[in-house]
């Protein structure tokens, strides 16, 4: 295959990748690697260095907006920027001693669990949960607009379980820099179901944090020539292009039985990847 | 308190976001149609994993590589550019918590900001 025809292939790849993870919020980066993988036989090394490139971009996109909006709690991402951007850089030195197909199992794994917490749903709870001494200290409590909006929509929450919340972001900052990807699943369940941060506020901040915990590994990822320029180029633009497309439709959109069916593409995928990477082995 | 500054903050992250993806984007499309016009007829051969080339493998690096000439290294640069953006949104935050006085989150965000800073300029 040439350029001409690799090119718009990937940048078409990468474009439905990222629709289809901004509809159903896995990220389109989750979703880039196996098709590239699995469907153009790419070495995963470049697939992981194009694919983080793509969630910077995507998640600093959308973190634009919602920042402006309220919802972010940017000294909540900050103080868990801390356990994420090391995370990120232990799971990128890890990633270059890893065999590809051990990647490829981790890869499935992390891939068929984020398919599963999507489709999951989540229960609203009462916001005012047990108070961490630590969150006080921190700043961490914060408000968000509300269903009802104006001044008088404002919610108040409190943070729990602060030490635990970044244990778990350690982790997932490990998972992003191995496989490259936002680890956005990982983000929430911290945030949501250890931290009782209000899922609205838990999924957006995740997003504003998505950005420097890929940066941290990106340096990693340039230095071991992961990001190559060929691949890189037309996955960003095609994820990019995609997810913001995907996001301008998502309101009012009929996203349930879409989401569940890509669900199912996703989880088909991951056993493809646990496969290859089992028979690479 | 100081929510007059925080939301201050909040926009000056919100523009340097935005700024930071459509350049870089801008330029990774400049660089993508160079790279089409000169090397479209080149085979595309990413199934063995060579690493890119050594010229694209660092900030200096690529720095040096860029001209004209070398559609890939603007390509790269476009994509360094992406790399600093969220580099350059902690700088704007550690900038912001320095004015608001607020001790405890110019350490934590001064630790992020080193962290990030030895991934993309430290040595190896």
Redesign the interface.
Known sequence: MTNLEFTPLVFLISMTAGYLGALTGLGGGVVVTPALTLLLGVDIRYAIGASLVSVIATSSGAAAAYVREGFSNIRIGMFLEIATTLGALLGAFLSSRTPTSILAVIFGLVLLHAAWQSNRGHSERSTNALPDPLAARLKLNGTYPGDYGGDHGIEHYNVSNVKAGLGLMLGAGTISGLLGIGSGALKVIAMDQIMRIPFKVSTTTSNFMIGVTAAASAGIYLNRGYIEPGIAMPVMLGVLAGSMLGASQLIGARVRVLRRIFAIVVAVMAIEMIVSGVRGS | MNTWN?ER???I???V??T??IL??AI??L??AC??VR???????????????EE???VRAIIHAMGPSNC??I??FG??L??????A??AF?LAGFALER?R??VV??S??LA??I?????Q?
């Open positions: 925080d903050l909040e926009r992250i919100s523009i976001l935005r930071g993806v870089s984007a990774v499309f660089g993508g790279y089409l090397h479209g007829h080149e085979l595309a051969d990413y199934r063995v994993f060579r690493g890119a080339p694209y493998r660092s890939r290294a390509i790269q994509l360094l992406l790399i600093a953006t969220p580099i949104r902690v935050s607020d405890a989150y934590i965000t630790i992020v962290v990030l030895y991934s993309i300029a430290g190896r």
